[in-house]
């Protein structure tokens, strides 16, 4: 390639004598022979070429046979998957099946115990710090100062990354705008409502820019209002700024509106991944069902009648007068059916629904997992959480 065709690039170096940050402009590869505006110190700086970040066939991330033990309890357990770049990347489980530890290992923050996972092309153990670079975490914890203001948080951070301070206003300018938070900008976090204080979390992990930015459990705690605003912050961030995302839930909804592709987990291991799409099919092409039933004089033995016949696998109460029962075999409908009208039973409505992430979680891990999901879903994730707005109780 000519070199009138290369495009410039523009890059920051600090001096090693008295570390004033300076921005200095050439084509990728390129050395150049520098002076500090500060102390006068001459010294040779190569703009970062393009091949000198390694290349992984179009991932931002891959993991190979990736295992993480604390003493003899293995979190994660021999995980395996890549993460296409430009995507957003879906883990779903309930609490403790190991999303969490697998994202502290690809930031850095614990070390495998064995395998291995490139993000960014950089090895997660031997090359930290180059990986830390390409990153951006958003934690399940919020990582602010609530004395401090939305402007003083994130330039505190943006300190950390060198960044000088005119370049770093300007983005943190943007970045306020970005989420619309500018009117804010100078009140103290502690003042904040909890949707307020994420949306300043989340773009606390943009100031350097990141190709990746991994969500861990983004919208836990917040109410329908603030959930919806992350959830449409998140896809702004990945159409409008090209970053990959990778986003950890135990929401069914929230991973299908979001995810191209889902990787299921239980207890360490990847059970399925694919598009939502793809993974329902695990499901339709079976013989389980789920069905909504309206009963207008819906009473608890009804429900108890229902719960005990070997077909059914698990039943919601919605409403006073709604039911979701999922099931197993190709008698289930009559036998549900049959069952409500001898004790009583005034059916308005059957509808049989289409599958759901919760029906193949539940096909793939079984019923106690599902449960977790459930329980966590109806105390955590409050109302906003999924398509179904009313409130939703479990017959055990």
């Not at 602010?144 to 960044?163: H, Q, S, V």
């Not at 033995?301 to 919601?316: D, H």
């Not at 793939?364 to 994730?381: D, F, P, Y």
Request: a positive charge; proline letters at 4%; aromatic letters at 6%.
């Amino acid at each position: 390639m000519e070199q009138d065709q290369i495009k410039s690039s523009t890059y920051q170096f600090k001096c090693p004598h008295c570390e004033t940050i300076g921005e200095y402009t050439g084509a990728p590869g390129e050395q150049l022979i520098v002076t500090c505006a500060e102390c006068n110190t001459k010294g040779r700086v190569t703009i970062p070429g393009f091949s000198q970040q390694p290349t992984m066939n179009g991932n931002a991330i891959e993991i190979s046979h990736l295992r993480k033990l604390f003493g003899d309890f293995a979190a994660v357990d021999d995980v395996s998957f890549f993460v296409k770049k430009g995507e957003i990347f879906g883990l779903l489980g309930p609490n403790g099946a190991g999303k969490s530890t697998i994202i502290r290992m690809l930031c850095t923050l614990t070390r495998p115990t064995k395998g291995t996972a490139l993000v960014a092309g950089y090895d997660v153990t031997k090359q930290a710090g180059k990986v830390r670079q390409h990153i951006g975490l958003v934690s399940e914890k919020l990582i602010m100062y609530d004395e401090l203001t939305a402007r003083e948080n994130l330039k505190l951070f943006g300190k950390l990354y060198n960044i000088p301070n005119d370049l770093l206003n300007k983005r943190i300018d943007e970045l306020l705008r970005f989420v619309r938070m500018e009117k804010w900008a100078d009140q103290r976090i502690s003042t904040f409502s909890t949707g307020m204080k994420q949306r300043i979390n989340v773009i606390r992990a943009l100031v350097n820019q990141p190709e990746i930015l991994f969500l861990d459990e983004p919208t836990l705690g917040l109410d329908p209002q603030s959930t919806a605003e992350i959830r449409e912050l998140t896809k702004r961030i990945n159409q409008e700024h090209g970053t990959t995302i990778i986003l950890t839930t135990h929401i069914m909804f929230e991973a299908e509106a979001l995810c191209r592709r889902i990787g299921i987990i239980d207890h360490g291991n990847i059970v399925a991944l694919d598009t939502p799409v793809n993974l329902k099919k695990l499901v339709s092409g079976t013989d389980a069902s789920t069905f909504e039933i309206e009963i207008a004089n819906l009473e608890p033995p009804m429900m108890n009648a229902v719960q005990k016949l070997p077909l059914v696998k698990s039943l919601v109460q919605e409403d006073a007068s709604h039911l979701l029962v999922r099931t197993s075999g190709n008698d289930a409908f009559d036998s549900i059916v049959d069952s409500l009208r001898k004790n009583g039973a005034k059916v308005r409505m059957v509808k049989n629904l289409e599958p759901t992430l919760e029906d193949v979680f539940l096909h793939l891990t079984g019923r106690e997992a599902r449960e977790k999901i459930s329980e966590n879903h109806t105390t955590s994730a409050g109302p906003g959480h999924g398509p179904r707005r009313r409130r939703t109780k479990r017959i055990r």
